[in-house]
């Protein structure tokens, strides 16, 4: 035996039987041609085929998780296509906060659906939200084989898995608001980098920020041109939402916290609730960086610092919601997947050719902890869907109850911040109202078209949110009456519930509620006045504990939460009442 070929056996035997990707061979790989990388990679039905699947289910059931979903986007996308529905403060050319070039590109496919189907306005919204979800697949697909072809299957595999089952993209996927716009630029741009296509990365990431949301970089000129003569078109005069929007929310130029502030640590509770302990992982992924022997650096590290950026911005903001979250969600699985991918690495020996034991549990573990992530967020969305769906389906019962009669009035109280859109409104009801239970805030009102619709400065809107005096519906008896009987009533409670249900609410022929049933009597608690035409459960949160409202756990889910009725009712006739 030469001593020459001693050494190479020594050598070989030394090898270490895994591969980083880094080894001559692997880079070999990476540069076979396009087919044969496809070979070893996900091919892009499977990834297509899964999220296609889970996002048309989100399309069908998703919920709306805020009522700005519904006011700023569908209402006034709704206006553009049918010329009524409801218009905030922000749609005022007095502040032309919203840009109305949003609403034109999903006017693309709504339009024609509105064509298509006619007065059945529901199934345009479900058609939009499809949209919606098809555009999420794409972006998140192109994603997935990135990954596939630079780290490998089993990357790529657990991302594909978190992307389909985790709450936070299953519910951000199909919702129409600017932050999920964002959310697929984001998820394509990274795609993009991952592939080596700086350039189409870049203009994906400023068609972004202009298009979807404008909280980063503006300076991107040619896109914010088409946003300020798209705002010329409604608004009817020069203005640029885009910046009028930072200006509001970011430069101090507005009052934003009136909307509402929480503490900083509201995002980390509410990345939690999103993605349970797939969100813990993803922010140790800096820690486990320097363990994984330079596979994930630098590439990988620069797609998901934007989590950590984000975070640390939103949270010094005053004013937080759950949708400022929504451009990171795909990153965040992302991050997940490559510390679970990264356990082993965390226990491996390079000087030593044997798997120690740990490195063995620590590759055992990886599909255990991805099962229970997916476990917990499958639980989750299921809570959510089956403890608060209850809205979206009372309002599709509307489209049943033609018998009402042409004029019908529908009517909501405090449950306006439920309220679905006027989609959801059948063409024998002319007209939504708002009874007043209590809200002091400025709610939204009709598009006017006698001022003017898209271009209209109405004198009862501010920037102030406060209540306009012409913003609740008053009864004929109440307007003449209630100066003369107010000083009685005093006399006889102090119940402020009982002063609200004198608001006289006789012009509506329809009425929706939500009944916690508390100690005091609900509006449709009065059989003599109203009859029930649906009813379904409501999870009242108050009174549910946090552990069993916030994940479905079998029996207990039932058993140990407290529901109330969310109910349509209808006015009998004065001759049954």
Not at 51 to 56: A, E, I, K, N
Not at 532 to 541: G, I, K, V
Request: proline residues 5%.
């Amino acid at each position: 035996m030469s001593l020459s070929s001693a050494r190479q056996r020594r050598a070989t035997a030394a090898s270490p039987p895994t591969d980083d990707g880094y080894s001559k061979e692997a880079k070999d790989r990476r540069r076979r041609p396009s087919g044969e990388e496809e070979e070893e990679g996900i091919r892009w039905f499977l990834p297509f085929l899964a999220l296609g699947l889970l996002r048309h289910m989100s399309a069908s059931s998703n919920l709306i998780h805020d009522c700005d979903e519904v006011f700023n986007y569908w209402e006034p996308l709704h206006f553009l296509l049918y010329r009524s529905g409801f218009q905030t403060w922000e749609y005022s050319s007095n502040f032309a906060l919203r840009s109305y070039l949003y609403l034109f590109i999903h006017a693309l496919v709504a339009g024609p659906a509105s064509m298509i189907f006619g007065e059945h306005k529901v199934r345009v919204f479900y058609s939009v939200r499809i949209f919606l979800g098809l555009i999420s697949t794409i972006t998140e697909t192109v994603l997935v084989v990135a990954l596939s072809r630079k780290y490998g299957k089993r990357l790529a595999c657990y991302v594909l898995a978190m992307l389909c089952l985790t709450s936070g993209c299953f519910f951000a996927s199909t919702s129409f608001l600017p932050s999920s716009f964002s959310m697929y630029a984001v998820t394509l741009s990274s795609a993009l980098f991952l592939l080596e296509n700086y350039a189409a990365a870049v203009s994906v990431a400023a068609a972004g920020v202009i298009l979807g949301w404008p909280f980063s970089i503006l300076v991107f000129l040619p896109v914010t041109v088409l946003s300020v003569i798209a705002d010329y078109y409604c608004y009817g005069k020069w203005t640029a939402s885009v910046f009028n929007l930072l200006k509001y929310n970011v430069f101090g130029g507005g009052e934003s916290h009136l909307y509402g502030t929480e503490e900083p640590s509201f995002y980390f509770k509410n990345g939690f609730n999103n993605f349970n302990f797939a969100f813990i992982l993803a922010l140790l992924f800096l820690g486990f960086v320097p363990f994984a022997r330079k596979k994930y650096v630098p590439d990988l590290l620069i797609v998901v610092s934007p989590v950590y950026i984000w975070l640390a911005f939103m949270s010094l903001q005053a004013h937080k919601e759950e949708r400022f979250l929504y451009p990171i969600y795909p990153l965040i699985c992302v991050a997940a997947a490559a510390v679970i991918d990264t356990f082993p690495d965390f226990f491996h020996d390079k000087y030593s050719s044997e798997q120690s034991i740990f490195e063995k549990i620590a590759k055992g573990l990886r599909p255990l902890i991805l099962g229970f992530i997916l476990c917990a967020s499958h639980s989750r969305t299921f809570s959510m869907l089956n403890g608060y769906g209850a809205p979206i389906q009372i309002y599709q019962h509307l489209e049943h109850h033609e018998d009402t009669g042409p004029g019908s009035v529908l009517c909501v109280g405090s449950e306006w911040h439920r309220y679905p859109s006027s989609f959801f409104i059948p063409s024998y009801i002319s007209e939504v109202r708002w009874i007043d239970d209590g809200f002091r805030g400025l709610l939204p009102f009709p598009f006017n078209e006698t001022l003017g619709g898209t271009t209209a400065a109405p004198s009862y809107f501010n920037d102030k949110n406060k209540a306009s005096d012409e913003q609740y519906v008053f009864s004929l008896a109440f307007k003449l009456y209630s100066t003369y009987f107010l000083l009685t009533i005093l006399r006889v409670t102090t119940s402020l519930h009982f002063w609200l249900q004198l608001k006289d609410i006789g012009a509506c022929s329809l009425l929706v509620e939500l009944d916690l049933r508390r100690p005091y009597p609900s509006r449709g608690s009065d059989l003599s006045t109203w009859e029930t035409l649906a009813a379904l459960p409501f999870l009242d949160r108050e009174l549910s504990p946090a552990l069993y409202r916030s994940f479905f756990i079998p029996h207990r889910w039932q058993q140990n939460n407290v529901f109330g009725l969310y109910k349509l009712l209808r006015r009998l006739p004065t001759d049954q009442a």
